[in-house]
């Protein structure tokens, strides 16, 4: 008797965590077996082009595996190609619903997550998902031959296990809300992609082959130095799943490249593309005056959001014994007057970043909480005493301010960590010059936004030059951290977690390609990192992050650039059609981009949608 009863406990607990998709604390919005999303529209029609150009600096191409540290696969091939075994909403955060799993199985004490695959899952080639295949991708994006980010972000999953043909239980190295979610992202791909003579290629040798994944779109026509088409697979397996049913509408996606931001913005109002999303407030503000513009064929828009800020940043590179001393760092971002900028250059269209977590639940405000506190004691002689006062803010110029007192400051601090200025330089005790090399890609316009900020350090005695280079090697020099300092984008997230070891961790300091570019080792940080993966409810895992807000903000590892609190974008609705709801939470990296390649569709006379 009692052997049945645990029989069916066991039963019944697994009837209980056994669902249609993972939420990190456990709400769905959507129903088991629900249509389509509220965002899309179910019978958009299919067909048409969507031109457009990227969202990142890459201006050419040279590989199509985007899963390899070396060389540049073109924009979007991931998202268009590639899926994971669950798909992400964009109206929630922390959920995934089943994309190639029809559902996943998640145990109480979190230790692992089994996914059982969907029959109807499809390779390009018609082949069917196997949980094998699921295994090698994971194996090997972890491998040497992958980029480093994945055996980062993979780091607790202890390993993946093949119970059957159709299902694959991931197992974890120890409790984390997240990691289901994670593995559920992965990319997954055939081992037949590579494959020569019926033996596989290392990955990294995998370069031009076609990639054989299980997308809605394939790579089409290719012109190099040109643009690249994706085209839709009428055949796509997913098409009439809930969540995928209203998406993927676009029978073409062509990216084009050009050499620079210059070039694209004049090919935008020439009618050689029809979506661009505005990174520059001097393109958007003094720049789009065109025919285009004037007459609608091409309109303005700025969508707001509920995302992430993000943290754009300058970085500097602390492998560098100059950068390793917080009083060198504190004085260089206090003689930058982003006051001044943001009136002169960018007519007041951005604010300030504060922290790494804007605009969302995990930023830090105002003094610690005791949760905070208890999290942050441990840590107390390895951590500025400031960190347990009021969260840390950029230094201003607005009255009473001045840029003027800001560089007494900054000197001051500068004679403290031995920086004194001699013969016309700022000079440390063994007579070595202070010079900052500024590493910036020649489209970035990264003279004219740092100007300013170059002649008030020169008030210091600082040599700030500026180096341009092509983003080929721009990106060739973060990844194997040859710089002194650069300017970056890092993506926000609502739900930060292991992924933020690779951004922040110790050890990813000293592993080239990590996403560590300012070789950030603190214990501290460490801890907190841990801490987010293991809290046990909300407000344990919102006091971790705010926690780690603070430490990395005052720590003065990155000087704070700005931000919009939304997304500009200028568009053809005379080509395009866009849905009227706006989703609050769009894919983050590069954001809305995924929405428009997967919500949108084109306008086109009835007859032609298919």
Known sequence: MRFWLVLLMLLAARSVTAAPGYAVWGTFKYAPGFDHFDYVNPAAPKGGELRMVAGSRISTFDKYNPYTLKGNAPSFTGELLFEGLLATPYDEIGVGYGLLAEDVEVPADLMSATFRIRPEARFHNGDPVKASDVKYSY????SKYATPSYATLLADVAGADVIDDRTIKFRFKKTDRQLPLVVGGIPIFSPKWGMENGKPKPFDQIIMDVPVATGPYKIGP????????????????????GVRKGMNNFDRITIKIYRDNTAQLEALKAGEFDLMQFFSAGDWTRRMDSRRVRSGEIVKEEFKHKLPEGYYSYVLNLRQPKYQDRRVRMALELAMDYEWMNVHLFRGAYKRVKGVFGNTDCEANGLPSPKEVALLEPFRSQLPPDVFGPMALPPNTDPPNSLRENLRKAQALLAEA??????????????????????DSTEARGATTTAAWRRALAQLGIDFQLREVDFALWQERLESNKFDMLSISFPGTHFPGSDYADLFGSKAADIPGSGNYGGIKNPAIDALVARLTVADNRDDYLAACRALDRTIAHGHYLIPAWTTTGRRIAYSPWRLVRPPVVPAYPPEGVPYMDWFMTVWWARMPPQTAN
């Open 222 to 241: 290719v012109r190099f130095g040109k643009d690249v088409t994706f085209v839709r697979d009428p055949n796509y397996w997913a098409r009439n799943l």
């Open 139 to 142: 194996e090997t994006l972890i």
């Open 418 to 439: 031995g920086w004194k200025l001699r013969d016309g330089a700022l000079r440390n005790e063994k007579g070595e010059p202070f010079v900052i090399e500024f590493l």
